[in-house]
């Protein structure tokens, strides 16, 4: 059930929300099977810790594809049966739930109220988290800003980003997203040029660390610079 669930998000983390969910019935349906033969001699079950934690899992799954597919009802639904459950499994990642929260404000047009409990994310203040995790909160909070409107805070945002990185000597999967986030805030100053030249930048990085929706991004962008030419 563990591989099962591990396989499931690796799918749903690579962008693909059909194929993704029969791993997750699949983890479903051997965690229930181990409550009913809890001896377990036909299923094997190695980490504890994850196996335990399955059905927080399980809803946070649930609740991501809910986001992706802009189901905010059931969004909504997922993440208040998470909070039950994050409580009951003693589940360290509460950050987790803030990142819907926000999603769900988002979406709404709450952008001020989605900033915050992404911030709250970053900053690690509702559980740490990783690296990566840290770095991806950044362009989000950066596209945030820039549907503000607020562009010049978005662009601070990610320059103190990179530098943190360039001073850790680290070249993560994110740094292309970063560049390209460049590229949208010249766009909409209408820099033309100086858009094209980030999203070369871009480009140089993500043929190396492409990150989930960069590509899609990517192309989006240039597509909206020839409509502005």
């Known amino acids: 059930p563990v591989l099962s669930m591990g396989i499931g998000w690796a799918i749903l983390d690579r962008g693909d929300i059909e194929t993704c969910e029969p791993w997750f019935e699949w983890a479903q349906k051997l965690y229930d099977q181990c409550q009913v033969e ?12 994850a196996f335990e934690q399955i059905p ?3 809803m946070s799954a649930k609740a ?7 189901d905010y009802a059931q969004l909504l639904e997922a993440t208040q049966e998470l909070r039950i459950l994050a409580e009951k ?3 360290k990642k509460l950050w987790i739930i803030d990142t819907f929260v926000a999603t769900l404000l988002w979406g709404s047009g709450e952008l001020d109220g989605a900033i915050y409990h992404m911030m709250q ?4 203040e509702r559980g740490q988290i990783n690296p990566l995790m840290e770095n ?4 989000v909070l950066a596209e945030l800003y820039i549907q503000k409107g607020e562009l010049t805070h978005a662009k601070l945002l990610l320059e103190k980003a990179i530098s943190d990185l360039q001073k850790d000597g680290v070249v993560p999967v994110v740094l292309a997203t970063y560049y390209l986030y460049f590229g949208m805030i ?3 100053r209408g820099e033309i040029n100086q858009a094209y030249q980030w999203l070369d930048t871009s480009k140089t990085y993500g043929h190396r660390f492409e990150f989930m929706d960069w590509r899609y991004k990517y192309y989006a962008v240039k597509a909206r610079l020839y409509i502005l030419e």
């Open 186 to 188: 010249a766009m909409y």
């Open 38 to 49: 809890p001896s377990r001699e036909t299923i094997l079950v190695n980490d504890i810790d």
């Open 136 to 139: 991806s909160m950044v362009w």
């Open 121 to 124: 994310v970053k900053n690690g």
């Open 56 to 58: 927080v899992s399980l």
């Open 89 to 91: 499994h003693v589940n």
């Open 64 to 70: 991501y594809l809910a986001a992706v597919k802009g």
